[in-house]
């Protein structure tokens, strides 16, 4: 990647991944929404650390396991958004999961 001495618009649009997770782990010490103290807070802060860990581990693995790495990064990302979104939530099943999404993949 060049780097140039000027910002451009992609610049604008799609931040250094460094800044990303650096702006995701200043949440966990400040978590937003309803995960702000008790259980909600600790699972959303150990959740968020562990989809970073992985997202970081996926850089590193080979092409087979890639996928795996990432879907369950991804997994955990979205455990640490339920209990700051939702007024219920569950700490039991694994993966992420969204009705209208589903709704529309079997209209397909």
Do not use: C
């Not at 959740?47 to 996928?67: D, I, M, N």
């Amino acid at each position: 990647m060049v780097r140039r001495p000027y910002p451009t618009s992609r610049d604008q649009t799609h931040p250094p991944t460094a800044s990303v997770w650096r702006a995701l782990r200043e949440l966990r010490a400040a978590p937003p929404g309803r995960a702000t103290s008790g259980s909600r807070q600790k699972l959303f802060s150990s959740a968020l650390e562990q989809s970073e860990q992985l997202f970081t581990a996926a850089g590193s693995v080979g092409p087979a396991s890639r996928p795996l790495v990432l879907f369950y990064g991804l997994s955990q990302a979205g455990r640490a958004i339920a209990p700051a979104r939702r007024s219920r939530w569950m700490n039991v099943a694994s993966g992420v999961t969204e009705s209208p999404l589903r709704r529309w993949i079997n209209q397909i």
